[in-house]
Nanobody, 115 residues
Framework: QVQLVESGGGLVEPGGSLRVSCAATGRASSIYGMGWYRQAPGKQRELVGVTVPDGTANDAPSLSGRFTISRDAYHHTVTLQLNSLRPEDTATYYC?????????WGQGTQVTVSF
């Protein structure tokens, strides 16, 4: 079992930046993929990006120019840097971790982009 805890969400004005982080505990050494999804109100959950140990990432093309995922495989953490934020980026951001047993989800952290 892998447990994920996100932190760093909050309220930011349009054009601003925010960083959200995720730390894995439990059988964290079994993780091979870590990344982020998001879900806006009334919309389906969508991929932001997932990284694997060799550094390749599966990123949503529409977000990769503004969002950057960084992973520290040794410390079992993953960070999402959000830049040039827009109101439509308002969502709950979920950390995910993949192991041979399946995918674990964090509880989510809220990011709100508004004046």
């Amino acid at each position: 079992q892998v447990q994920l805890v996100e932190s760093g969400g909050g309220l930011v004005e349009p054009g601003g930046s925010l960083r959200v982080s995720c730390a894995a505990t439990g059988r964290a050494s079994s993780i091979y993929g870590m990344g982020w999804y998001r879900q806006a109100p009334g919309k389906q959950r969508e991929l932001v990006g997932v990284t694997v140990p060799d550094g390749t990432a599966n990123d949503a093309p529409s977000l990769s120019g503004r969002f950057t995922i960084s992973r520290d495989a040794y410390h079992h953490t993953v960070t999402l840097q959000l830049n040039s934020l827009r109101p439509e980026d308002t969502a709950t951001y979920y950390c995910v971790a993949d192991t041979a047993s399946g995918r674990s989800w964090g509880q989510g952290t809220q990011v709100t982009v508004s004046f």
